[in-house]
T-cell receptor, first 114, second 117 residues
Framework: AQTVTQSQPEMSVQEAETVTLSCTYD???????LFWYKQPPSRQMILVIR??????QNATENRFSVNFQKAAKSFSLKISDSQLGDTAMYFC???????????FGKGTHLIIQP | DTEVTQTPKHLVMGMTNKKSLKCEQH?????MYWYKQKAKKPPELMFV???????INESVPSRFSPECPNSSLLNLHLHALQPEDSALYLC????????????????FGPGTRLTVL
């Protein structure tokens, strides 16, 4: 079974600052995928970024980037130039591949202060 | 277009009622999922349908009955629920690739907030 750990229940930063959310996971699989999802107060789960485990290059999507350390089983999310609209619950998630369910961490509530 | 729709948005039901939740996608995805999310908790997987066949059932009580009439539709039939079943029910879909190096990304609907009295 896989486990995903997010050790920061809540974080608060000022607008325009850079913030890093941490995530570690445990698995015996060699091929898998990792995701960060964002869930704002509207409760819609929105994909932020994804990473294939076989790729050494870290994924980036505009202001969002990850630091993927496969040996350490670490997958942190960096948000640059944070904006008020980034306020949300952020979930780190693991998937083995194919039509398999996602295993989520407990989430980090990120608050961007004006 | 990465839209997954869910109806109704809100549902209140008594413990003796029978109701259904509906999920629809028109992205040509062949895998669909039901998750349950309690307040301040992460989503938990309930069921997975792959190519219209139930492939994963995470030991969900029989008072929850999933149905996949076609590749675009997913229903969750509810009967004799308990107050502790009150939660946000999320539907998701993905392409349903069984292998390969492209992540089978799941796209979520807005959810149905269920209250059981």
């Amino acid at each position: 079974a896989q486990t995903v750990t997010q050790s920061q229940p809540e974080m608060s930063v000022q607008e325009a600052e850079t913030v890093t959310l941490s995530c570690t996971y445990d698995t015996s699989e060699n091929n898998y995928y990792l995701f960060w999802y964002k869930q704002p107060p509207s409760r819609q789960m929105i994909l932020v970024i994804r990473q294939e485990a076989y790729k050494q290059q870290n994924a980036t999507e505009n202001r969002f980037s990850v630091n993927f350390q496969k040996a350490a089983k670490s997958f942190s999310l960096k948000i640059s130039d944070s904006q008020l609209g980034d306020t949300a619950m952020y979930f780190c998630a693991f998937m083995r591949g194919g039509a398999d369910g996602l295993t989520f961490g407990k989430g980090t509530h990120l608050i961007i202060q004006p | 277009d990465t839209e997954v729709t869910q109806t109704p948005k809100h549902l209140v039901m008594g413990m003796t009622n029978k109701k259904s939740l509906k999920c629809e996608q028109h992205m040509g995805h062949r895998a669909m999922y039901w998750y349950k999310q309690k307040a301040k908790k992460p989503p938990e997987l309930m069921f997975v349908y792959s190519y219209e066949k139930l492939s994963i059932n995470e030991s969900v009580p029989s008072r929850f009955s999933p149905e996949c009439p076609n590749s675009s539709l997913l229903n969750l039939h509810l009967h004799a629920l308990q107050p502790e079943d009150s939660a946000l029910y999320l539907c998701a879909s993905s392409q349903g690739q069984s292998s390969g190096r492209v992540p089978d990304t799941q796209y979520f609907g807005p959810g149905t907030r269920l209250t059981v009295l």
